[in-house]
DNA sequence: CTAAAAAGGATAATAATTATTGATTTCCTG
DNA sequence: CAGGAAATCAATAATTATTATCCTTTTTAG
């Protein structure tokens, strides 16, 4: 059994994402950890990312220009992004952010698991 | 100046997308109009669903397993997408969906033009 | 330390979407 | 109804994000 959960890479990954709050692409990331990762493959970074995706660590919050965008941050909160520059912005709201799936009936569903809330706009840079 | 908004096949595009509850993508209209429209290419699909969606006839309401998917319904309402068949489904809200955009404040947001809620889970028939 | 398992690098393959180009259709104007 | 400009289209090539492959390297349990 394998008691350390992460390679370097992996680690390394999910601490760039832990640390941002740009919601980046996989090119993003990748970019970001070359120059200390010399050797990193951009298929690494895909790869660990629907890995840790799959272990609940990291979750994709929205595709903007046909790139999936991810966050590490796993409390619930929304986003807004900007039709114009793609920039992804955290949204909480001022009460704590309600369970939505626990507000809905949904007659095609056997079981509503989690919801994504995105809001588009421009934002104030653009 | 042009009177007549739209060509036959666009037309055609557009009528599909308001009959349908399927929320399909394009290769699922091109597939559905070919037996009418034996001439039909799948690129004047994908064109004539950007022109759409431009005009705010039609919207893009997720991407599913890395497909734009589309509804021309554009009344408020949400969506609940199967994680196994990638089936969608329209979610309404008992009272009136409210206009969320009005009811945030985002800092980064110059201006918050729309919203789009998806919830998630597994469907009744998976 | 060693062997087995996991992870990675490089690269090829996929697949959805977009762009191009030359032909066709549409529809305003006379 | 005809001419012509603008819009639209079909066919196809190009693009691009993502995934798969395959062989090597790293990691880890014992």
Redesign the interface.
């Known amino acids: 059994m394998r008691t350390q959960n992460y390679s370097r890479k992996r680690q390394a990954i999910y601490e760039l994402l832990l640390s941002t709050d740009t919601h980046p692409s996989a090119e993003w990331i990748y970019n970001s950890l070359k120059p200390q990762y010399p050797d990193l493959s951009l298929g690494t970074v895909y790869r660990n990312l629907k890995l840790l995706e799959g272990n609940g660590a990291v979750r994709s919050v929205a ?1 903007v220009d046909g790139c999936e965008r991810y966050d590490a941050k796993m409390t619930r909160h929304s986003h ?1 992004v ?2 114009k520059c793609g ?1 992804i ?1 955290d ?1 909480f ?1 001022t009460e704590t952010m309600p369970d ?2 626990e507000k ?1 009936y ?19 840079e ?1």
């Open positions: 595709v807004f900007c039709k920039k912005t949204v709201f939505l799936t809905v949904i007659d095609a569903a056997k079981d509503v698991e989690e919801y994504n809330l995105i809001f588009y706009g421009i934002c104030t653009c």
